[in-house]
């Protein structure tokens, strides 16, 4: 029997060993070290580094930057594990803006409402700060924005005497045209998979045609029934049910389509050396309807401090030098990120640097926001499969959204 | 060795495996009938819930597509799957030489991680730049298209699991006395009678043994569907195990959640027992 | 005329089997242009860019060591504590032991997602939770099953009155187990070591549940979550394909006869 | 060396009885055989000597020692399976060594036991073999080095002859008794062979159901066969039994059989005590041969007695064909009589 035991023994000191190596060499921080997690940064890390290394110096405290999975279904999912779990392995991190109500009905998200000034208040734009209040009080600071855009090939239009669109019906018009010389090439892509991206799409249909969740739902279902009609119209491809950000963003950049829906990031890369079709895209709002203003779906990242953080206060300052003009400023010129702050699209540097950027500063102050509400997240979820079986001809407009409706009350969603 | 002392040794060397079971397996499927009774979801007072989650099962119509996704894609897979696997086992059986050859290329497809070999079809599947519209010669969307999607997963399993199953047929072909068949031909047997009068009744309760396993497998498929669809277009493609992981891990509901995993407990147990049954009839 | 016939099937299922795999190693080797469009079906010039980018760029290394790790000690134990209870389930003949073996079954029978949840709660609360040792602790319970049937086959194979000579000679039930029962098993032991390893090596949604940080991100979790935010590195995620299952067909292939013997075990002997 | 005593020892797996209140004892250094059918549990009784089995109930003793509870391998005894059980992992020399090993002895000391024995059986030069190279009578010296080896109280033999083929059958047998006489090891050794029983034991046990039908030297089963079944299953060709009605008109038999009614006996005649001849005028019992079965030196005639079949020794020099009716003749006092419904032997 003791041969048994020794082994047993041997290889429990074994476990503890390798694992133990595992977990050392990675990136365990210090002991006293500020933990900072966000999302993969599109660019070359530096920029970000030199403004913590700004306020390490500045507070003598070292702070420890790790980046998390990709899509935001994955991130949410680790979230809520380790914040239900109260953990302490990280004080700062950045969320979507659909969480912060759910983080801080749970009780995971410091109060952050002393940390933002006056002058601040007013410079932020109206849907971030709405996205990132609940009950009354500040859970997290704004740190980029995103707002859903038209991307277009300018060439194309001008060679047929067409200006960009501000209706979808001036768009739908604008592909018959164009496509009548290049039938192969597709109208109009976007994101359609059935995720969180298809959400931002449709309500931006939807409140394009004036209808809204839970009111004026006839130009709801309108707006809905326009979504399908591009597919069933064959204005999309019938596979922009699987397209998602970057394949619809590459689709495009390959000069294969007309229009593109996507997040400002897309210009860089549109714009950039080595794109195809550098020099022939522009950007504009997305179309409206008849009598209805374009609508673009509020995206982007905010700031918020873990309440079981062991350094509140410190974690907070970091949050707030982040979350501050100077810093957004940096951002924004390094990546290419859109500002929450109006200011900075005034501000000389940034409109020389970035002109793109600066010309996006109307567009990104009407972007709206997704439904704030804890319970987000669950009704999204129900968004998702509605809308997609919707786009799918699966479903009638109508139909989908007294499911929503339904939803919606069940889960008490504002 | 029935000794009492035996009795008590074989219990004591088996004790630390039970232990473990008990908690990584048993404990964990009590734990989880008990959650399923209970109201645990984010911002809602946790309290008895009784039999209402199972209640709110029966009038989800989301359940029942995810029910009926995951039943068609039990049968047609393991059907079709069953059928290859007999005809690679027949194969294999007259390998000659190039024996080791043909194992090593058939047990790949075994090998490869469900989720790589999602990626990997994800990319063959490609509307445009997919090798697989490209051989037909016109785009084709495979994943995007609701009546397609499915039976695209279901190729993908096939192609996965027919390796398993062939070389599960195989040993059982192996095991039948090879002068059996010599026998019938003796008697005048063509080789389609041997097979239907011979080969196939005696392999029937290794086909039954295969049939069984691989329905248990795809009644709980996860991996591969999620990384592939994601359960979309519009949930065609969604099964039970992952529309239980959407309302446990992304609506963090625990309580419903967990109803519809015991739900989903009940079916592949069913299929347990009869698993079991038949392979204490086969041993005896 | 028969034998041209096999022959082609077999060449047939050769293809059918290796085809998809060949395709993402191609693609694993394109230049990054050449795979946006399909005109060119076979590289132009082959690349190593991928494979370099999956290094650098994700931490791939780290994902391969987890995974190796975990699988590798998982396997260790369920061999452990599977050998022990095979042994005693075939040679010692307690009472109710077809019961237990039915149990036994029937638990590897369960629906991962069904203890996805409890599991999570459980090994949270061992503070396991984000670790290596939490994988390997699951993965070893939900082998086990695996394990101590492969074992319970491989040791009934071992004709009784061996057993009953080494206890006559002198061993205790254990020491029957070490000196003679184990060293007879030795093919048994490296068949259900490699199902197992397999096994963990594919597992796919504890990983993604119970440990989403890169201290104890598996490569299949990896693969999954690869496409970074804004790009689809398709090159890089055929890269990482082939990387992440290299180790497997290898050992499949290399240790084929043990595998099949693993493969087989459960439905044929009975 | 020690004496075995069973005191009532009971057994049985589901309906199957394999030892039902069965007393004996085998004294020390005594060569004593169970002899019985096939298949009924004969193996058992040495797994219960052996301690793999317990009993359900009754006690068993080795050298006075009560055994309940003690492990086989503090039981000091050795067993030869049927199968040889060798280790098919170690060479010969490792299986040889393997009992001594487990008793802590090592080095040189070992080394000289494995030399000695292996010498003692031929099989020096096989040391470094598997038992996988080895034939089936080698096995067998393997199987019979490694009890002989560690000087148990006792030795245990499991049907050892039955896998080998007769000639070797034969060598085997002689080395078995050989080391017997040799070392004089309390044996108990189980076969359905009644011939190797013959040969080896200096007492037998016939068994049936798991009771011991009779106990006695060779010569006294031969002899003195407790009851018919004992009577058939000792010798070969077994005793022909006949219906006592079938010999009515023998005198010898009608004079034994002195007014007892002839339906309740039957009367056993061994092959070896009948002669057949050309059937003269007015002999006293007529049979119609069957068939003619060369054996060598003489042959064995089948002949049919009002019904009942018997076997009997051709005389010599006599000249019969299936077909033709013959004349059997045997002396008196070679008849047994067995009371036809117990099968008990009468005197």
Redo the contacts between chains.
Sequence with gaps: ?S??RH??RV?AG??AA??GA??GR???PGRGALVFRH??L?GDPQPLDRLIGAFERAHGVSVHR?T????S??Q???Y???L??QTR?FDLFALDTIWVA?FA??GWLRDLTSLVAHTDERDLYEAPLASARWRGRRYALPWFLDAGLLFYRSDLLAAHGLAPPLTWNELRHAVRRVRANAPGLHGFVWQ????EGLVCNALEFLWSHGGDLGAATHAAAQGLGFMRELVAGRLS??????L????S???FG?G?ALFLRNWP?AWN?LAGAGSLVRGRVGVCALPGSAGHASAATLGGWHLGVNAFSRRPALAERLAAHLAGAPAQKALALAYGYSPPRRSLYADPELTAARPFLASLGSLLDAARPRPVS??Y??LS?VL??EF??V??G??SPETALAAIERARLALEVA | MKSHGARLEAWALMSPALALLGTISAVPMLYVVWLSLGQRA??RPPGFAGLDHYLRIATDE?FWNALGNTLYFAAFSVALELALGLGIALLLQRAGRARALVYGAVLVPWAIPSVVSARMWEWMYH??IGVLSYLLGQ?V?W????RLALHAAIAMDVWKSTPFVALLLLAGLQAIPRDLARAAAVDGAGAWTVFRRITLPLLAPVILVAAVFRTIDALRVFDAIYVLT???????T?TLSIYAY??L?????FGYGSALAVVMLAITGIAALAYARLLRAQTG | MKRLGTALGLAAVCAWSLAPFAWQLLTSVKPAAEL??LPPLLPSALTFAHYQAIFDGHPFA?LL??SF?VST?AT??AL?LGS?AGFALAKLRPPGRSAALAAVVALSMLPPVATVSPL?LII?AAGL?????GL?LVYSGFALPLAVWLMAQFFRAVPDEIYIAARVDGC?A?GAF?RVMLPLAVPGLVATGLLVFVFCWNEFLYA??LA????A?TVP?GIA????????PWGEIAAGSVVATAPLVLLAVAFQRRVLEGLTAGAVKG | MAAIAFERIGKRFGRAVVADALSLEVADGEFFVFLGPSGCGKSTLLHIVAGIEPPDAGTLRIGGVDMRGVPPQRRDVAMVFQSYALYPHLDVSGNLAFPLRNRGLAGAALGAEVQRVAVALGLDELLEKRPGELSGGQRQRVALGRALIRRPVAFLMDEPLSNLDASLRLEIREEIKRVHQAHRVTTVYVTHDQEEAMALADRIAVLRAGRIVQCDAPEALYARPADSFVARFVGTPPMNLLPATALARHAAITAHLSGRDPATITVGLRPHDVQARIAGDGSSLQARIVLLEPAGGFSWVIAELDGARIKARLADGAHLAPGVSAELTFAADAAYFFDAASGRRLE
Excluded: W
């Excluded at chain 1, 491809?237 to 699987?242: L, R």
């Excluded at chain 1, 998602?244 to 394949?247: A, K, L, N, R």
């Excluded at chain 2, 891990?249 to 509901?253: E, G, K, N, P, Y």
């Excluded at chain 3, 989403?212 to 201290?215: A, K, R, T, Y």
């Design positions: 029997m041969a048994r082994a047993l290889l074994l476990a390798a694992l595992c977990h990675g990136s365990a999302p993969k599109f790790e998390l999975p990709a899509s279904d994955e949410h999912l680790y809520a594990i380790h239900s779990a392995e759910e009905e749970a359609g998979k059935q995720y491809p019938p596979y922009v049910t699987t998602t950000e970057e394949p963003r590459v689709l390959r294969r990031y890369l804890p319970n997240v669950a979820q998702q499969s997609s079986a786009l799918c699966l479903r | 984010m911002f989301r509307p445009e785009p969307n994943l995007g298209e609701p994601g359960g979309g277009p519009a949930n065609s969604e959407r309302v891990f992304q609506m963090l509901d | 946006e469009a780290r060591l987890n790790a000690f260790l134990i452990g022990l999570f949270g939770r984000d670790t290596l040792a390997v205790s254990a070490a993604l549940t989403s940080s890169i201290d991100r979790v979550l690869f496409a970074g935010i804004h790009e689809v």
